[in-house]
């Protein structure tokens, strides 16, 4: 797992903690510095929020959102510039038990430049900003096509997505000689024409606007080319179409299928790559004997530890960490793997609850636990379907070994 991809992993869970915390009124602050921004002038925009919170009505919330302001303020003095990519502030009060509240502080630097000064008060925290930063952000553009229908779409990072379908009304071909034929047959073509005309001004205004790195295009037999050829794309879409293929569906799975198709053509998108690690466990998953795969945490970890792991698939949307736990009552201690979030398991020795005595991420686990022993780590999106069966089927955690363990 290279360290852009453990960041982005990191990244996430963090926005997804942020997220799940909620304030009893309008009194959690989300504070987006640009790098280009001065810090003097943000803390002089504090300070009048400062003063204008003196309005507040509910003595709580105001005593709230003042002790945030005084926070962030204290800690831009550490700042004599934003970072790179800018900063972004969650301060603020949050509901606990009860009517309790506990005060929270967090400073997050995006792995995208923050473009725009923001500055908002509310019940909850505002990450939307943060969330578009995350993933692949290449877009590649898709349309199948034949006489019957065509369907166009977009792959966004990891996802395939229909935009819109086009049904024809283009009639068969005549079996009919003579001048009837003919005449039949130029009728046909004429349809044709029209149907073409209309899927590329609907493909010209659907992806014209998108941030595209291609186009690509699928069909049965010469039908795609008769539309990539007969002018009906913008000529900046035709600049952008990248290859064309023979597929037997154009309707939505046929989307999927001209992006399997693009699999060489696309080897480079995240996407791509799990595709292949998920098919190869697969494949290996389905052997009946000589199977070099293994699945759940206790199988994988026990392979790692034995050396016996080449690749480690890990889902993203994982959500445990390694604890080491210790019984108070009677002293008894273990390492146990649980939910972020959870209740805490009972002593074997006494049935008493155990506490956290330290924690690390199971992610961050299993990645070191790899390097110490020269296997690999790759995290699978769950944005996929891939990564929804990783997740699902495998409880997140799979590996590809180097042999068999008994």
Known sequence: MDMTKKQEYK???????????????????????????????????????????????????????????????????????PPSNGVVFFVGHISTAGD??????ESLEPPQPVETFLYRCDSEFYIEPLRAMMGEKKIYGLIVVDRSEATIGILNGNRVEMLKNIQSLVPSKHSKGGQSAQRFERLIEEAAHKYFKKVGEKANTLLLNENMEGLLIGGPGRTKDDFADGGYLHHELEKKII???????????GLKELVNMAEDTLSDLEVMKEKKLMNRLMEEIKKPTGSLATYGEEHVRKALIMGAVDIVLVSDGIDRVRADVECLECGHEAERTIKSVSVLPKCPECGSSMEIIEKVDLVDELHELAKSVGSEVELISDESEEGELLLNAFGGLAAILRFRVG
């Open 100 to 105: 309790q509240t506990d005060m929270i502080s």
């Open 243 to 253: 290859e064309r293929f023979n597929t037997g569906y154009t309707d939505e799975y």
């Open 11 to 81: 990244f996430k869970k963090s926005l997804e903690k942020i997220k799940e915390l909620k304030g009893r009124g309008t009194e959690l602050i989300s504070l987006y510095i640009p790098p280009d921004k001065q810090i003097s002038d943000v803390a002089a925009y504090l300070r009048e929020e400062m003063s204008q919170s003196s309005n507040i009505k509910s003595k709580s919330t105001k005593k709230h959102v003042q002790a945030a302001l005084k926070s962030i303020l204290a800690k831009l003095k550490y700042f004599k510039q």
